[in-house]
C-alpha cells in the first residue's frame, strides 16, 4: 500500500494551499456566472411546469402542482 506525505513540501503545485488571495472582482465575477446558469435552468421549468399541470388537471391544479413539486 503506498502512503502520501501531507507535508505541504511533498504536495504538487496544484494540491498547495493557495498563497494568493483571490481578489473581489473574480468573486463576483464567479457569482454572477453561477447565477446566470441557474437561472436559465430554473426560469423555464418554473414557467412550464404549472402550465402543463393546468393542462393535465385543470380542476384540481392547485393540489397536483404541490404533489408533482413534493415528489420532484
Known amino acids: 500500500m503506498t502512503t502520501v506525505d501531507p507535508t505541504p513540501a511533498s504536495l504538487p503545485a ?22 446566470g446558469v441557474w437561472m436559465a435552468f430554473l426560469t ?4 412550464l ?3 402543463q399541470v393546468e393542462r393535465i388537471a385543470p ?9 408533482v413539486t413534493g415528489l420532484g
Request: proline content about 11%; glycine content about 6%.
Open 49 to 51: 411546469l404549472p402550465q
Open 14 to 35: 496544484a494540491l498547495a494551499e493557495p498563497t494568493v488571495p483571490v481578489r473581489r472582482g473574480w468573486i463576483a465575477l464567479i457569482f454572477a456566472a453561477n447565477l
Open 44 to 47: 423555464p421549468i418554473q414557467v
Open 59 to 67: 380542476g384540481d391544479k392547485e393540489a397536483m402542482l404541490a404533489v
